[in-house]
C-alpha cells in the first residue's frame, strides 16, 4: 500500500522558516517523481515544487523560486522542502504527492497523496 505522510508544518512569522517532510513507503521511491502541492481555502491545489525520478531534476513555481528548496533521500525514502522567507500568502495545506512519470508538475499526473500538513504564516 503507498503511503505519504507530510509532517513538519505550523505556525511561523513571516520571514521564519520551515522545513516540511514527506516520508513515503509502500513503492520504490527512488523510481518515482515527488512533488508538493498546496491548497488555500477557496483556491485550487497548485504545485508548489518537485524533483523528478532519474535525473532528480527540481521544479519550483515563480513565486517561491530562491526561497524554497526541495531534495530527496533516497536512502530514508523521504523528501524534504525547506522553506524560508515565508510569507502570509504561503499559508496553506501542503500536501506530496508521487508518480511514476518523470519531469511532469501537473497535479492529474500525481495518483498517490499524503493527508497534508498545515502551514500558517503570521503577518
Known amino acids: 500500500e503507498v503511503q505519504l505522510v507530510e509532517s513538519g508544518g505550523g505556525l511561523v512569522q513571516a520571514g521564519g522558516s520551515l522545513r516540511l517532510s514527506c516520508a513515503a513507503s509502500?513503492?520504490?521511491?527512488?523510481?518515482?517523481?515527488i512533488g508538493w502541492f498546496r491548497q488555500a481555502p477557496g483556491k485550487e491545489r497548485e504545485g508548489v515544487s518537485s524533483i523528478s525520478r532519474g535525473d532528480d531534476g527540481t521544479y519550483y513555481r515563480d513565486s517561491v523560486k530562491g526561497r524554497f528548496t526541495i531534495s530527496r533521500d533516497n536512502a530514508k525514502n523521504t523528501m524534504y522542502l525547506q522553506m524560508n522567507s515565508l510569507k502570509p500568502e504561503g499559508s496553506a495545506v501542503y500536501y506530496c504527492a508521487a508518480t511514476a512519470l518523470a519531469d511532469t508538475t501537473w497535479r492529474g499526473d500525481f495518483g498517490s497523496w499524503g493527508q497534508g500538513t498545515q502551514v500558517t504564516v503570521s503577518s
Open positions: 509502500g513503492f520504490t521511491f527512488e523510481d518515482y517523481t
